[in-house]
């Protein structure tokens, strides 16, 4: 292909104008003529059995249309789940965490239904609950499900550790290899440590909310969702539809993330459209958001072991996560801890034990980084533990033990995409690394894209402008604009001719998923297989009117006269007419090996911390956006910022607190994510374009690697600073206080010592 | 269920309004239901900022203000800022130009603060513009390009 000219430049968003006059519209934001609105009866406590649902009252209520329940829809089977299908969207028989919805009042008015909701009344009987993941997997602990939810059968999720699953065990996975102990004997210096990461509330902005409809037997929902087809997916197994019958429409999204991913609030609106036989709407409050979905908390035990030289001989960890009360996607972090924790280093041996527990606490799933942030903690921050304990610099350790372009970090995984070594390079000549105080930064890759499905439909008007049906979804990171950059190349047309229509199942083609930080690399691959389709199209048809037909920018040279694709398609047709060009990408070929590509972290930061109060300050803040080629470098600054900002939350103050079985703070008061005063004074970032990826022009994907580093560099720089390294984030000022105070006899002594 | 509600006539974008509010009601759900969309409801907590409008000038969570105190009064929306992508405030143009966004959910409040500082003071700091927006929350961008934005639309708005 030729040398782009759109991609590889900064044009401003398509949203841009919409976003900005607030004429956008969010599924929050539509007006479904005929709407009733749904609102959940939550259980009130983390673990018991339903006695009994009087709802006698609450239809009383003037304006209550109904209030649904599991038993009352039956022989519908509630259930949903992508991977196991273990999550009742109304609690069948016994509630597995406060805040499970229990049943759905359905009224005229969103008040009227609140109001009703209140006056429902649900007997239990309690049964013993376990909140802390460690807890959960030991002998004799409560049982969430008395039988254990199998899997659905996805091949894209066959690595999720679906054997040997008993008693509270939610997932599991091994990765092994080489010889632990023998390594473990031969080292000089293991470090050892248990790390902890918090459990996290993503907070996109706009909270989840669903609208659904059954019309000429087409169930149809518009919804806040990031993976419109594995909810259409999902809602067509519990309705017993055929695919061709669900459709999931999904407008402009306020912020995904991750949190958005697969299904989440569809459920209760079809099934309050299903009962009623009306439009039915479910939006949710934060504080409901949050009794939706959070991200699985972590309990890390590792260790490394190093010669004196620095070599990386193995590494051990062993790891429990917490994924609350139904499996959602926690298989699947799950499966990704594991490979991410260890990073991207040559080891000789390395055995990761990766555990995820029921507990009854809302249920974890997806959120940026995926399990990476989680297992970066442990492993970049005995990197520098090493480092401190070997007498070798931090950054010299890594550059000693990274693996270079090509090679594998896991056995018969692609070869790694990227130049780590150069990146770090990068990231810590501008952290100024050596020459100041409270530095800290790290690597990270990870096995990124998903599994590598994506179709896309081209077609290629009569007046020669072109538009694509794709189902990644726009989620703010800019994928409307990126990709209407790669058709305009694929096509050879100017920005301005071409536009992309995405995320509305009844029209665009299929997509997996919109995560993985997979859109710009495989949506741009099955794209431009898509343009390359319709190319071809209009060479057939040119070649019917002419004898040598060659392929040229926005059209065709047909013996020696250029035609437009409009002038093709307008003289085949006679008049009107359109050519469609179709493209896919599978696991096949240059797609066969997984992943399909690497996606890497390379961030840091410089802090200070007033030691008599605690307060960590980010005065620096660097990310290093190693995308092969950045197709819009704005966006991707966008995105780098971004997922580096939100993990600054999870190292400084974010963490959902349980009290007993209760969820503490389930608001953005008491969850304190980042504020514009928290930025850093200086932000540095940098972009690594070196044409190694497998999508478009040489790109890979972004938007959650620049993330995976900072939990870690914050700790490390930290850690430099008052002595001791932390261990557990987030590192509130109380928690940096009394390392600070644990610290300082250690100091004094070495100060004595001189 | 009985409501007790009230009449109230106030301003809304420029355009006089007299209707019949139940007492009860939110100035955030009235300007929705006018089918005003851009301010977004999100904490319901008075702390993100996504639901701002300009009350007599003065930016308020519309969120936690019943639509009865708009009797008598003047609400602007980022919907009366402008009336097409080519006439756009300052600040919206500078939004743009800073690629200030990215889901775009909190930009109308986020843009509604802004302006609402730039009236207050014409000139403002750095610092100023941190401070004012500390009660403004976006999970996309880190901020960085919204104080940037800000700032350029302060100093196009002060060259007229």
Same mark, same amino acid.
């Given at each position: ?38 609102v ?6 983390a ?43 109304l ?56 039988v ?11 690595n999720?550790g ?9 997932a ?15 080292a000089?210096?293991v ?12 907070y996109?902005?706009?909270p ?14 518009y919804?806040t ?100 009360a ?21 080891l000789?041996?390395?055995?990761v034990?990766?555990r ?28 520098d ?12 350790l ?21 130049d ?21 930064f ?9 599994h ?25 990171q800019?994928?409307r604009t990126?990709?209407s ?6 096509l ?14 009844g029209?665009?083609?299929?997509e ?6 997979r859109?710009?690399t ?48 307008r ?19 240059e ?13 840091? +930061? !410089?802090?200070? *911390?007033?030691?008599?109060? =605690? /307060?960590?300050?980010? $005065?620096?803040?660097? %990310?290093?956006?190693? @995308? ?35 969820l ?22 940098i972009?690594a ?24 560099? +914050? !700790?490390?720089? *930290?850690?430099?600073?008052? =002595? /001791?390294?932390?261990? $557990?984030?987030?590192? %509130?000022?109380?928690? @940096? ?16 010592r001189? | ?6 009449r ?17 009601t ?40 019943l ?41 109308p ?39 940037e934005?800000v ?10």
């Amino acid at each position: 292909m030729a040398e782009p000219s759109v991609s590889g430049t900064s044009i401003p968003r398509l949203d841009g104008p919409a976003k900005v006059m607030g004429r956008a519209k969010y599924a929050l934001d539509l007006d479904i003529p005929g709407a009733a609105h749904g609102v959940a009866v939550r259980a009130d406590r983390a673990h018991a059995r339903i006695i009994g649902v009087d709802a006698s009252k609450a239809e009383a209520l003037p304006g209550v249309i109904a209030v649904v329940t599991a038993a009352s829809v039956a022989p519908i089977d509630v259930r949903f789940g992508h991977i196991s299908r273990d999550h009742p969207a109304l609690a069948v028989d016994k509630v597995r965490y406060a805040g499970e919805p229990v049943a759905l009042v359905v009224a005229e008015t969103r008040r009227a239904a609140e109001k009703a909701a209140r006056l429902v009344r649900v007997t239990y009987e309690d049964l013993p609950a376990v909140i802390d993941a460690e807890d959960a997997l030991a002998d004799g602990a409560p049982l969430l499900h008395e039988v254990h939810p199998g899997r659905t059968g996805d091949e894209g999720f066959h690595n999720t550790g679906a054997d040997a699953l008993e008693g509270n065990l939610c997932a599991a996975n091994l990765i092994e290899w080489g010889d632990l102990e023998a390594e473990l004997a031969a080292a000089d210096v293991v470090v050892e440590g248990e790390y902890r990461y918090p459990m996290l509330y993503g907070y996109a902005m706009e909270p989840y909310n669903a609208t659904a409809l059954f019309e000429e037997g087409t169930l149809t929902v518009y919804t806040t969702a990031q993976h419109p087809y594995m909810v259409r997916d999902d809602l067509a197994r519990m309705f017993a539809l055929p695919l061709a019958r669900v459709r999931v429409v999904v407008p402009y999204v306020g912020g995904g993330y991750g949190t958005k991913s697969y299904t989440k609030v569809e459920p209760l609106a079809a099934l309050g459209a299903y009962a009623t036989g009306r439009p039915v709407r479910v939006a949710l409050s934060v504080e409901e958001a949050i009794f939706t979905t959070r991200s699985d908390g972590a309990v890390i035990r590792a260790r490394s072991a190093f010669k004196s030289d620095g070599t990386l001989l193995a590494r051990d960890f062993d790891i429990v996560m917490n994924s609350g009360a139904y499996s959602d996607n926690s298989p699947l972090v799950c499966a990704k801890l594991a490979a991410r924790a260890f990073g991207p280093y040559r080891l000789n041996a390395l055995r990761v034990r990766c555990r995820s527990a029921f507990t009854n606490t809302t249920p974890a799933s997806s959120l940026r980084g995926f399990g990476a942030p989680q297992g970066n903690l442990a492993g970049e921050l005995q990197m520098d533990e090493a480092a401190d304990r070997l007498g070798i610099d931090a950054r010299e350790l890594r550059l000693l033990n990274v693996v270079r372009p090509g090679e594998e970090i896991l056995p018969g995984k692609r070869g790694i995409d990227a130049d780590l070594a150069a990146d770090l390079e990068l990231l810590t000549e501008s952290l100024g690394w050596g020459e100041r105080e409270g530095v800290g930064f790290g690597l990270a890759a990870s096995d990124a894209g998903a599994h590598p499905t994506s179709t896309a439909l081209v077609r290629i008007h009569g007046d020669g402008s072109a538009s694509c049906a794709i189902g990644a979804t726009e989620l703010g990171q800019g994928s409307r604009t990126v990709l209407s950059q790669i058709l305009a190349d694929g096509l050879g047309l100017p920005f301005e001719k071409v536009s992309i229509v995405q995320s509305d199942t009844g029209v665009v083609a299929y997509e997996r998923t919109t995560g993985a930080s997979r859109t710009t690399t495989l949506v741009g691959r099955s794209l431009l297989a898509a343009c390359d389709d319709a190319r071809r199209r209009i060479r057939e048809l040119a070649a019917e009117y002419a004898a040598d037909v060659q392929d040229a920018p926005g059209g065709v040279v047909a013996d020696g006269e250029h035609l437009s694709y409009g002038a093709v398609i307008r003289k085949w047709f006679g008049s009107g007419g359109e050519v469609v060009g179709v493209g896919a990408i599978r696991r096949h070929g240059e797609f066969e090996k997984l992943p399909p590509f690497w996606e890497i972290g390379a961030s840091g +930061v !410089a802090v200070s *911390v007033d030691e008599e109060t =605690g /307060r960590v300050v980010v $005065e620096q803040l660097t %990310t290093v956006g190693d @995308v092969g080629f950045a197709i819009n470098p704005l966006l991707v600054h966008g995105q780098d910022l971004g997922a580096a900002t939100m993990t600054l939350g999870a190292a400084l103050s974010e963490e959902l607190v349980y009290d007993g079985t209760t969820l503490s703070n389930p608001n953005v008061v008491e969850y304190r994510v980042p504020r514009v005063s928290d930025m850093p004074a200086k932000i540095d970032q940098i972009l690594a374009e070196r044409r190694d990826g497998i999508g478009p022009f040489g790109a890979k994907g972004g938007g959650e690697g620049a993330g995976n580093t900072i939990g870690a560099a +914050v !700790a490390a720089a *930290v850690g430099r600073l008052l =002595g /001791r390294y932390p261990r $557990e984030l987030p590192l %509130t000022p109380e928690r @940096v206080w009394r390392l600070a105070q644990e610290a300082a006899p250690d100091r004094e002594t070495e100060a004595v010592r001189g | 269920m009985t409501m007790t509600t009230t009449r109230i006539s106030g301003t809304i974008n420029g355009r006089e309004v007299t209707t019949e509010v139940d007492n009860a009601t939110l100035l955030l759900d009235l300007l929705r239901d006018l089918g005003l969309t851009g301010a977004k409801p999100s904490c319901e907590m008075e702390v993100c900022g996504a639901c701002a409008v300009q009350l007599d000038g003065l930016p308020v969570s519309a969120c936690t203000t019943l639509a009865i105190e708009l009797d008598g009064r003047t609400v602007e929306t980022v919907e009366g800022l402008a009336q097409s992508a080519d006439a756009l405030h300052p600040v919206q143009r500078a939004f743009l130009q800073k690629s200030a966004f990215q889901c775009g959910f909190c930009t109308p409040g986020m843009i509604m603060s802004a302006k609402a500082l730039l009236e207050a003071n014409p000139s403002p700091s750095r610092d100023d513009v941190v401070h004012w927006l500390e009660g403004s929350i976006c999970r996309c961008t880190g901020y960085e390009s919204i104080v940037e934005a800000v700032l350029e639309a302060a100093e196009e708005m002060r060259n007229g």
